[in-house]
């Protein structure tokens, strides 16, 4: 063992840590010292979205003493950052295993600083967490959970004022002041029980109305009130409110997938708790072509992204990606809002810059101003902080599942977008038709666009030095034409600064700085490469578009543009 790694396992040995803690050191010391090696290696980083990473023992672990640590540094950042307040946080969490736990801990220590903690009583959806910091005017709040990631995970994240996540000053002044957090000793513990209070059913009704009050056509659910629904929560927190939310929309038809309705943080029926694949969505896909279906909706274990399936032109079931939910989403709150006679000339619509550009048509032609940040729902939410009261939010979106609908909150939701696709569907067949229709007449009118990613993991300990020469080598001798079509734009959002490779013409992308760069070809192709900042892994977004002349060449565009996409990844050696 090395040195360093010996003298903090030591620490813990001998330190302030409860004796099941000690066991487990020891028993690990026996029976697999390099798993020991690798849980005190390291600190877990507490980043600009807080804490992620696997559950056990250690300094590289999610638990009781890494989340006190990362929870005092943060009471003590809010303590600075709202003097002579009182302070109030929310907390929630989802139904990983030690959720409860850490959210307790957390709660604890808040409190035992003085902080007032409002505490759901039970597991909430992440959504419902950004809402509650805004409906009771919390500084602050924290949700336990890793999202989608495997079950041996867990984290935390920590939100601002607005309900957004952590955005710059914040998220780098409560990283040091976490980091200033050398011992357990300078956490407190306890002591400020009084300072909790439990939450539960009120803030649910609040956040199921403003919910309820994003429906733009109830008179055609009344009509489609039967449209037959599957739902599958994936073990996770969407149990606690979806199924409401669609019985308050005025769905009758609503069928839940029973092998995956109750919460457990084990994800039995699961590789990857994730609606974004298609393995965790194929027991409600065999429920949904059971009962023929007219829609399945899936959301993972904090119920922020939601994954769907429809039936297509031929009734086969297929999984909708991202991207193209997304289309659909903000197309038919811009189309039904001006139908409507709701529109407002300040009506604006917000997507990540490796998010369909189809979005950018459609609300060009719809007069709406489309705005493009970087990955993250903290972008959309500091834009929208930015932008208002000038110009209003109505939807917003990202490839990776995530979609946001209103300003109410700011984190992407999907139980408003579980409740607006249906809606979505239930507009669609009243006029005797479904939403991969509407998605191929959406095709048809704009252009068809068809995107695409892969992930590369570079392993081991030179992973992170490949991937970043990778991105060195794109950088500085960006490739002049990509699949037979010439490199036009290249765009460097860690330099901040785009240029037109053929007159060499350059400006100033005015987004904070990011390691992304992104290749615009003459033929509309683009392609993003962007590192993960945790991971030894770099992620390739491509994005190709033509002419759709009627549905009826659908298929045969679709292999068109897939060849394409391939194209691009054979020229560029990624595969």
Same mark, same amino acid.
């Given at each position: ?5 010996? $003298? ?20 690990? $010391? ?216 669609? $019985? ?10 029973? #092998? ?131 110009? #209003? ?70 992973? $992170? ?111």
């Amino acid at each position: 063992m090395e040195p360093a790694i010996q $003298q903090k396992i030591n620490a813990w040995l001998n330190g302030n840590y409860d004796e099941a803690t000690r066991n487990e050191i020891l028993r690990l $010391q026996k029976e697999s010292p390099a798993e020991l090696a690798e849980s005190f290696y390291r600190n877990l980083e507490f980043g600009t979205g807080g804490l992620r990473g696997i559950m056990g023992v250690g300094t590289n672990r999610m638990n009781k003493y890494t989340v006190g640590m990362a929870t005092q540094g943060y009471a003590n950042y809010l303590k600075q950052s709202f003097p002579d307040q009182t302070i109030k946080v929310a907390m929630a969490h989802d139904s990983r295993n030690n959720s409860r736990f850490f959210a307790e801990t957390a709660a604890n220590v808040f409190a035992a600083n003085g902080i007032k903690v409002f505490l759901f009583q039970s597991l909430r959806p992440t959504p419902e967490l950004s809402f509650t910091i805004r409906h009771l005017g919390c500084q602050g709040g924290v949700v336990c959970t890793a999202s989608h990631n495997p079950k041996e995970y867990n984290g935390y994240k920590a939100y601002w004022n607005d309900g957004g996540q952590l955005v710059p000053p914040h998220d780098k002044n409560v990283i040091k002041e976490v980091e200033k957090i050398a011992s357990v000793d300078e956490v407190k513990w306890a002591g400020g029980e009084h300072n909790i209070t439990v939450i539960g059913k009120d803030v649910d009704e609040a956040y199921i109305s403003m919910v309820r009050s994003l429906s733009v056509y109830p008179e055609i659910i009344e009509k489609q009130r039967n449209l037959c629904i599957v739902y599958t929560p994936i073990h996770g927190t969407g149990i606690k409110l979806v199924p409401q939310v669609l $019985q308050r929309f005025g769905f009758t038809n609503v069928h839940v997938v029973d #092998e995956q309705a109750e919460p457990d943080g084990n994800f039995p029926t699961v590789v990857y708790p994730n609606p974004e694949e298609s393995e965790a969505m194929s027991i409600g896909l065999k429920k949904a072509a059971n009962l023929d279906a007219d829609i399945l909706l899936g959301t993972d274990p904090d119920a922020d992204r939601v994954g769907i399936g429809i039936k297509d032109k031929n009734g086969k079931w297929i999984l909708m990606n991202g991207n193209q939910t997304a289309v659909l989403a903000v197309n038919y709150m811009l189309e039904a809002r001006k139908a409507k006679g709701i529109a407002r000339p300040n009506d604006m619509v917000i997507k990540t810059i490796v998010t369909t550009y189809l979005i950018d048509e459609i609300a060009k032609k719809n007069n709406v101003n489309c705005y493009n940040v970087l990955t993250g729902f903290k972008w959309i939410a500091e834009l929208i902080k930015e932008k208002e009261p000038a110009e #209003e939010y109505i939807i917003g979106g990202e490839e990776s599942y995530g979609l946001m609908i209103g300003s109410k909150l700011r984190d992407k939701d999907a139980v408003s977008a579980v409740a607006i696709l249906c809606e979505m569907a239930a507009y669609e067949k009243n006029k005797g038709r479904t939403l991969f229709d509407k998605l191929i007449d959406l095709y048809v009118e704009y252009g068809f666009y068809k995107e695409s990613l892969i992930s590369i993991t570079k392993k081991g300990m030179n992973g $992170q030095k490949e991937i970043a020469e990778m991105m060195e080598g794109y950088r500085n001798n960006p490739p002049k034409a990509i699949n037979g079509s010439p490199v036009v734009q290249l765009l460097d959002y860690e330099l901040r600064k785009g240029k037109n490779l053929q007159t060499n013409q350059g400006w100033e992308i005015k987004l904070p700085k990011s390691n992304v760069l992104q290749f615009i070809l003459a033929d509309g192709s683009q392609i993003s490469a962007r590192p993960s900042g945790t991971e030894p892994k770099i992620k390739f977004y491509f994005s190709v578009n033509t002419k759709l002349a009627s549905a009826a060449d659908f298929e045969k565009t679709k292999s068109e543009l897939d060849a394409r996409i391939e194209g691009i990844i054979k020229d560029m050696e990624l595969k």
